[in-house]
């Protein structure tokens, strides 16, 4: 009877972040969970310092174009600030930084990017990045992933670190912007921003030792 308690403990152990997953949306191997939009968000800039184009638009799922001539539609992505004038044919103030402040330690496998989509005007794309983390928000890491966007791309863009890594403090750098086309306005911008989170090594060692503790009771009673 002992035994039979102490296997149904270890196995409800093991199982217990799948159990959360539906009240607490923890992490699963079969359920990556995007924690980006727990985040408390700064920035090194906001244009304007207006909502319509702050940091929480980079996590509230919208990734329809941007056109120009919308002034609604265009407050749907973060755009940074600039030089002080802007104007035509001028670089932007680079570099500018995103810090997402997760509220808690994940261990996160990869993060996904979606560029803005202003068009015609090439005035707020991101090109070189890189990311660093952190778990105290004051001791940053080397860059962990260093890439670069396409730009006016339509779809998500995947980076992952080298091996799941433990951070509470995300920080992205903007390197570089796409500057061309018709007028430059000195600034750079994201439209979305996914962190991806995956179950922690000590919940995965819970589950296997769940599941040898459940294949010897069946190997016993056989």
């Given at each position: 009877m002992k035994k039979?308690?102490?296997?149904?403990?270890?196995?409800?152990?093991?199982?217990?972040?799948?159990?959360?997953?539906?009240?607490?949306?923890?992490?699963?191997?079969?359920?990556?969970?995007?924690?980006?939009?727990?985040?408390?968000?700064?920035?090194?800039?906001?244009?304007?310092?207006?909502?319509?184009?702050?940091?929480?638009?980079?996590?509230?799922?919208?990734?329809s174009p941007e056109w120009y001539n919308s002034w609604q539609a265009q407050g749907r992505?973060?755009?940074?600030?600039?030089?002080?004038?802007?104007?035509?044919?001028?670089?932007?103030?680079?570099?500018?930084?995103?810090?997402?402040?997760?509220?808690?330690?994940?261990?996160?496998?990869?993060?996904?990017?979606?560029?803005?989509?202003?068009y015609p005007y090439l005035d707020t794309g991101t090109k070189e990045f890189n990311v660093q983390i952190s778990s105290d928000g004051v001791n940053y890491s080397i860059p962990q992933i260093t890439g670069q966007l396409e730009w006016q791309n339509q779809t998500y863009q995947d980076f992952f670190f080298d091996n799941p890594v433990s951070a509470r403090y995300v920080q992205i750098n903007l390197i570089s912007a796409y500057i061309g086309g018709v007028q430059n306005y000195n600034r750079v911008g994201l439209n979305e921003v996914q962190i991806i989170a995956v179950p922690e090594p000590s919940s995965l060692s819970l589950l296997a030792l769940g599941g040898v503790v459940v294949a010897l009771g069946r190997r016993r009673r056989n």
């Open positions: 039979h308690i102490v296997s149904i403990l270890v196995l409800s152990l093991g199982m217990s972040p799948l159990g959360l997953c539906s009240v607490l949306q923890t992490p699963t191997l079969e359920n990556p969970v995007n924690v980006a939009p727990r985040a408390s968000i700064t920035a090194s800039s906001v244009y304007y310092d207006l909502i319509e184009l702050g940091t929480q638009r980079l996590v509230d799922g919208v990734t992505y973060w755009v940074s600030v600039g030089a002080p004038g802007g104007g035509y044919w001028v670089e932007p103030t680079l570099p500018e930084w995103l810090i997402f402040d997760l509220q808690s330690d994940y261990t996160l496998s990869s993060l996904s990017f979606f560029n803005t989509l202003n």
